[in-house]
């Protein structure tokens, strides 16, 4: 079956980065594009960045741009995010997501990064 698993959140102070790790299993991972979203306390989900499947192109919100880079290694099947320059306001759960079609929408179970002195 589908398996999303995020790593690496933690605490960090303001400025300070962290590398997010997704590792994916049961699909075809070189096939797909996949999905950072975040949700922050009381708030709703909030998109962040995708990556192609091959990893060529990539996309972020206005809100992280310039400070996080999304990137896949497609022999390890797995999807990374890195931040950096952190923010109180990055505070959040962070979800990796694959959509492999109709009504297969596959998340993990989220990794949880405070940014906080």
């Known amino acids: 079956q589908v398996q999303l698993v995020e790593s690496g959140g933690g605490l960090v102070q303001p400025g300070g980065s962290l590398r997010l790790s997704c590792a994916a299993s049961?699909?075809?991972?070189?096939?797909?594009?996949m999905t950072w979203v975040r949700q922050a306390p009381g708030k709703g989900l909030e998109w962040v960045s995708d990556?192609?499947?091959?990893?060529?192109?990539?996309y972020y919100a206005d809100s992280v741009k310039g400070r996080v880079t999304i990137s896949r290694d497609n022999a390890k099947n797995t999807l990374y995010l890195q931040m950096n320059s952190l923010k109180p306001e990055d505070t959040a759960v962070y979800y990796c997501n694959v959509n492999l079609g109709t009504w297969r929408d596959y998340w993990g179970q989220g990794t949880q990064v405070t940014v906080s002195s």
């Open positions: 049961g699909f075809t991972f070189s096939s797909y594009a």
């Open positions: 990556i192609n499947s091959d990893g060529g192109s990539t």
